[in-house]
């Protein structure tokens, strides 16, 4: 069978359910306020703005106070290759709408895949249920609402396939083999994913996201006399095929075998409390996991954070700021409009060394008489939406990665993770070092790997006695996980001085 | 959907994957249906209610390989979808180890009962459901001063699947699932500790329904005052439930992925002894109401009761059929079952009093392991041990070892089987941890 590129295109995963056959009577909504951008989201999910009041209203009719419709169609696609051939291929494809009623805090949810009339409906009244006063709701109108564009692109992923991916991954693998004869396996892949949402809800606000999203990386394995180590490095951003270049793969082939030949000489650090230095990017983690969730408003209202008392408290040196922000053009946790139909802002969680803001979704602001900030998102259209961080960064500082080393006797110097964990209420966090250095009377001297740091997350803070003015943003492929859901996220960090944390290690 | 209507639309998107260019193909179609309710300050929270279908496809074309799922089932779209998949699959590169598995070695029909599903899942009253959740609420509700904030929540959900292949297997499989959970936080000083209890059951009328508010209170309570102790090298106890954590690594090390793919610790070590004479380890997939009980595999592969470990000498590895051809073995199976464990004499108290200095860990906070070398790292919480007794509760610290190491070092294997759970782990003591803390 001869595949005609643009055929191949239209469903490979991509259906574009509202193209291929599109019901007439849709063409006939009056609704002049409709612009022809939110008409083809209208159009792409077979709705029209009166079935998209209906729902509203019989999801209103038990005496909720707010609902929201959220719609989205998810297409996910990908290729690896093991064992020197791009040889697997994946793709899913996510369609649906849920149905979300408040009741002040108390929330009712259901979800429909299928987004005929009827179905909607019956969504509805179950998600109704939270609330237990029948009443009949006003109609209400369309506010049209365009979002921002922080990753507009040249080239959809729809448009593209797999045929013209397959080189990619190819080369990532013939470089990483390249570059060092003790490669033995590589693992390498491409991932792309676009989403299209369309947003209504009680209040007439009517909007709508495109989100590209794509992921490339490789697992390098290498091997040198009996001892096998490796090594993951990927990059993900919201943005269109364009951003696959050789330049791209060359950086990360090169940077898999440096952090591959690291472990070979690395081992462990003395076991205890000492000094830890996070080094410029990845280590942003520790802003993830010790400040970022217990700063999620949902655990602060609920008191359950160790931060839920420190609102406009000091909590880090004057010259600590710390950001969560959607905006950040083609990164992967920006968002044009967050989950609940929201403008997305550049949020400061700590200004000046103080608590200015909490991460917030509609309930939490609204408990707490703020504007939202942009951060209620969910995993699809099968959850509720929750406070999420985004991108979560610290400025810079007024230290120099220098002055930062000088001032440690013995310690270690860490910028290369794989995960971390935070318990909320105890503040307790940590995070797993892949790979860092002791330091020792202000030099790096020997390579450690494979240690898990624990701190607490008010401690920590407030111990951050140094920040330099290296920050840098990683664009690895973060996704946090929360009450069952993932989300995308990015993080970053100049190099700071922690004065102390617990480093696991030996005890020898 | 019903079985038949699921069994129809799989072989009919299975056979018009074969008549569109796959020479083989293997489609499975499962629904689920759940509904969960969340109780907070003695009102609902949340309430949610799903339904959800889904069809995924695996595709063999001249050689080549891929797999895709939607939850679009209408046929006409279904047809393009797959034809679509096809087309795309062609741009691969050829896999001479993809196939589908050999025809005897499928599941073929019969076997006991396994009683994965309660059959009166649909007839559980709503308003009983809700119930549940504000009465494990009001075991806790204004029960202590300290108390922060209680959620108390009952969920359930039945899942049903059906999968066919173009060689020859036909077979579906359902569960479902009850459960009944508590999460309280109280102040202690700065922190506010947290902690949580889940009840869960294959059958709503085995539930245990009461208690989970209780044990979630206690829990949290006994948390207060958490610190982290003087690093040093001591035994370690670590609780039932939270074995899995360290159990994952040493199991992940078994797959035939991991060993093909050189990321396992554990290459090239069947028939030799890998642990602690004390771990004897039985994959049984027949175990009546067990939560990882199957006939079939996800290839359809019939299961075998197998011994993995036996007194430390590891028996076998989970093999799929793509990575047995590319290993030359015979295919196992890719995933465990039920993992039973021969246990010791002592239940956790027991294990407890046999300790003159230790940590008893009951939860643990991040940390990873390293695939390829079994060197681990975990955050830790728990109490403190001494002459037998537990003195008081610590946190923010490590764990730091290896896999191969840690699992050689058994002390004792407890005989409190946690039940709620395919793997099911009793509590175990190690010798010769190394802490790190002040």
């Known amino acids: ?150 990753y ?45 949402v369309l947003f209504y809800n009680s209040e007439g606000r009517l909007t709508y996201d495109y989100r590209p999203m794509m992921r490339v990386g490789a697992v390098c394995v290498m091997e040198k006399d009996g001892q096998i180590e490796n090594s993951y490095v990927a990059r993900s951003f919201r943005s269109g095929f364009e951003v696959m270049t050789d330049e791209l793969l060359d950086e990360i082939a090169k940077e898999a075998i440096e952090k591959t030949n690291l472990l070979f000489e690395a081992g462990k650090p003395k076991a205890g409390e000492m000094p830890v230095v996070l080094g410029a990017g990845g280590s942003g983690i520790l802003l993830h996991e010790a400040i970022g969730h217990t700063f999620e408003a949902d655990f602060n209202r609920k008191g359950t954070s160790i931060f839920s008392d420190k609102f406009g408290k000091k909590v880090a040196e004057n010259f600590i700021n710390i950001i969560d922000d959607g905006t950040l053009p083609y990164d992967r946790g920006a968002i044009n409009i967050d989950d609940e139909g929201n403008d997305v802002q550049k949020t400061y969680l700590v200004k000046d060394g103080i608590l200015n803001s909490y991460i917030h979704d509609r309930i939490s602001a609204q408990y707490y008489g703020v504007e939202p900030t942009g951060n209620g998102r969910r995993e699809s259209f099968r959850n509720m939406p929750l406070p999420r961080m985004r991108s979560t960064y610290m400025e810079n500082g007024p230290h120099t990665v220098d002055d930062i080393l000088a001032q440690v006797d013995y310690g270690v110097y860490v910028d290369n993770f794989s995960n971390g964990e935070v318990k909320i209420g105890a503040g307790d966090f940590t995070f797993f070092v892949k790979s860092g250095y002791v330091i020792e009377k202000g030099k790096l001297t020997r390579p450690i790997k494979d240690i898990n740091i624990v701190g607490n997350g008010p401690q920590a803070l407030a111990d951050i006695t140094m920040t330099a003015n290296d920050y840098k943003n990683d664009s690895g492929t973060w996704t946090c996980g929360k009450d069952g859901q993932s989300v995308p996220v990015t993080l970053g960090l100049p190099t700071v001085l922690v004065k102390k944390m617990t480093v696991g290690g030996t005890n020898a | ?155 359930d959900n039945k899942n049903e699947r059906v999968m066919v292949t173009s060689n020859g297997f036909e077979g579906d499989s359902s569960n479902s699932v009850f459960g009944v959970y508590t999460s309280v936080s109280v102040k202690g000083g700065d922190a506010r500790p947290e902690a949580g209890w889940n009840e869960s059951a294959i059958q709503y009328a085995n539930l245990k329904k009461e208690g989970s508010g209780s044990i979630a209170l206690e829990k949290a309570l006994s948390k207060i005052g958490q610190q982290k102790i003087q690093s040093g090298t001591m035994p370690m106890i670590v609780e039932n439930r939270q074995v899995g954590r360290i159990f994952g690594p040493l199991i992940n090390a078994l797959s035939g992925s991991e060993i093909q793919q050189k990321n396992s610790f554990l290459i090239n070590k069947l028939g030799e002894k890998v642990a602690s004479e004390k771990l004897t380890l039985t994959d049984d997939p027949f175990i009546v109401g067990g939560r990882g009980s199957r006939l079939f595999d996800g290839e359809g592969l019939a299961t075998q009761k197998r011994t993995v470990f036996d007194k430390g000498v590891l028996k076998t590895y989970y093999i799929d059929t793509y990575y047995g051809k590319k290993l030359e073995m015979e295919p196992t199976s890719g995933s465990t079952t039920n993992l039973v464990f021969e246990t010791g004499d002592k239940d956790l108290q027991g294990l407890i009093a046999s300790v003159d200095k ?15 070398s079994g060197d ?40 409190d089987v946690n039940q709620n759970s395919s793997w099911r782990t009793p509590s175990i003591l190690f010798e010769n941890i190394d802490f790190s803390g002040l």
């Open chain 2, 1 to 155: 959907m019903n079985k038949e209507e699921k069994y129809n639309l799989a072989k009919w998107a299975m056979n018009h994957a074969l008549e569109n260019g796959a020479q083989q193909a293997s489609v499975t179609i499962a629904n689920s249906v759940s509904s969960s309710v969340e109780v907070r300050e003695q009102k609902i929270d949340k309430l949610e209610q799903a339904i959800q279908s889904g069809l995924s496809i695996r595709l063999f074309v001249d050689g080549r390989y891929s797999a895709h799922s939607t939850s679009r089932l209408k046929k006409e779209e279904l047809a393009h979808f797959i034809e679509e998949a096809i087309a795309g699959t062609r741009f691969l590169s050829e896999d001479e180890f993809r196939t589908l598995p050999e025809p005897e070695l499928y599941y073929k029909g019969g076997g006991a009962n396994l009683e994965l599903l309660d059959k009166d899942f649909d007839k559980v009253d709503p308003q009983k459901k809700i119930k549940l959740a504000f009465d494990a609420e009001s075991e806790v509700f204004g029960k202590d001063d300290r108390l922060i904030s209680v959620s108390a929540g009952y969920y």
């Open chain 2, 358 to 372: 230790g940590i008893l860990v009951t939860g643990f906070n991040g940390g990873n392991s390293n695939g390829s």
């Open chain 1, 152 to 196: 507009p692109i040249q080239q959809k992923w729809t448009d593209v396939t797999i045929g013209d991916k397959v080189p990619f991954v190819q080369k990532i693998n013939d470089k990483v083999f390249s570059l060092d004869e003790k490669v033995s396996k590589v693992n390498a892949f491409l991932g792309d994913e676009t989403s299209y």
């Open chain 1, 1 to 150: 069978m001869n595949v005609d590129r643009r055929s191949f295109i239209k469903t490979s995963g991509m259906f574009a359910a509202g193209s291929v056959m599109l019901p007439s009577f849709l063409q006939s909504c009056h609704n002049e306020q409709i612009s022809a951008n939110v008409k083809s989201y209208l159009d792409h999910f077979e709705v029209s703005a009166e079935m998209l009041q209906k729902v509203i209203a019989a999801a209103m009719s038990k005496g909720g106070n707010y609902a929201d419709l959220y719609f989205e169609h998810k297409i996910t696609n990908s290729i690896s290759l093991e064992d020197g051939k791009v040889n697997r291929a994946y793709s899913n494809v996510d369609f649906g709408v849920g149905i979300r009623v408040l009741k002040g805090d108390q929330t009712g949810f259901a979800y429909s895949e299928n987004i005929s009339l009827d179905d909607m409906l019956n969504a509805a009244k179950l998600a109704a249920n939270i609330a237990d006063q029948p009443n009949e709701f006003a109609p209400i109108g369309v506010n049209e609402k365009a979002p921002a564009n922080f």
């Open chain 2, 376 to 415: 681990f790292s975990y955050g830790i919480e728990g109490f403190l041990i001494e002459d037998g007794k537990i003195t008081k509760p610590v946190a923010e610290m490590n764990i730091t070892g290896n896999m191969k190491q840690l699992w050689s070092s058994i002390g004792e294997v407890g005989n």
